[in-house]
């Protein structure tokens, strides 16, 4: 998996806190989303959010997962397969770097529906690149299409789900081994095997 895909996945956390419009959901929710690049076939990939404490988990189909703590800049990816927690800085900076979103730019183009909800389009631009959003009142992302020097992504919800999350379903396992990153190595751990 390419770090394009990475940035998609963290597009799936509830981000750009600091942005109009507020982009970090009020309740907690589940949403089941598709995946889709130009470099890779589409993916299913299940955000779970805990609004309270601003923790998100993503997993996908490739056996890992993701945590995130929104306001603590941290990102780790647990591996079961290796029966690992990854410290990743190349992840961590990148949700940081969305979470705050300080120069980005909000243009409202519309209003759409996926996944059984209404949201608002904007066009979100920044010096990444530019990206499509829909986004509920509530503030979920129901729709995502970016594009920056990595390529393009597609990101659509195919359902959306509002109930409790607890804390513990974003903590990483007990027992696992931590492994720690250099920057750049993510990048090569992820890239699909041929």
Same mark, same amino acid.
């Given at each position: 998996m390419k770090i394009l895909a990475l940035a998609a996945i963290a597009a799936l956390t509830p981000v750009l806190a600091k942005a109009a419009p507020s982009f970090l959901p009020t309740r907690d929710v589940?949403?089941?989303?598709?995946?889709?690049?130009?470099?890779?076939?589409?993916?299913?990939?299940?955000?779970?959010?805990n609004a309270t404490q601003q923790l998100a988990r993503v997993d996908g189909p490739n056996g890992y997962y993701v945590l995130?703590?929104?306001?603590?800049?941290?990102?780790?990816?647990?591996?079961?397969?290796?029966?690992?927690?990854?410290?990743?800085p190349d992840f961590s900076a990148l949700t940081a770097e969305i979470y705050q979103a300080d120069n980005a730019k909000f243009t409202p183009i519309g209003s759409g529906h996926y996944?059984?909800?209404?949201?608002?389009?904007?066009?979100?631009?920044?010096?990444?690149g530019t990206a499509r959003a829909c986004i509920t009142q509530d503030g979920v992302v129901l729709h995502f299409t970016g594009q920056n020097a990595q390529g393009n992504t597609d990101v659509t919800a195919t359902s959306v789900a509002y109930g409790?999350?607890? $804390?513990? *379903?974003?903590? %990483?396992? /007990?027992?696992?081994? $931590?492994? *720690?990153?250099? %920057?750049? /190595?993510?990048?090569?751990?992820?890239?699909?095997?041929?």
């Amino acid at each position: 998996m390419k770090i394009l895909a990475l940035a998609a996945i963290a597009a799936l956390t509830p981000v750009l806190a600091k942005a109009a419009p507020s982009f970090l959901p009020t309740r907690d929710v589940t949403v089941n989303y598709t995946l889709a690049s130009p470099a890779q076939a589409a993916g299913a990939y299940q955000l779970s959010y805990n609004a309270t404490q601003q923790l998100a988990r993503v997993d996908g189909p490739n056996g890992y997962y993701v945590l995130a703590n929104l306001p603590g800049a941290q990102a780790e990816i647990v591996v079961p397969a290796m029966h690992a927690i990854v410290q990743a800085p190349d992840f961590s900076a990148l949700t940081a770097e969305i979470y705050q979103a300080d120069n980005a730019k909000f243009t409202p183009i519309g209003s759409g529906h996926y996944a059984g909800l209404e949201c608002r389009k904007y066009l979100v631009t920044d010096q990444h690149g530019t990206a499509r959003a829909c986004i509920t009142q509530d503030g979920v992302v129901l729709h995502f299409t970016g594009q920056n020097a990595q390529g393009n992504t597609d990101v659509t919800a195919t359902s959306v789900a509002y109930g409790p999350q607890p $804390p513990e *379903n974003f903590a %990483p396992p /007990a027992g696992f081994t $931590p492994l *720690n990153l250099p %920057p750049g /190595a993510l990048q090569m751990l992820l890239q699909p095997q041929g």
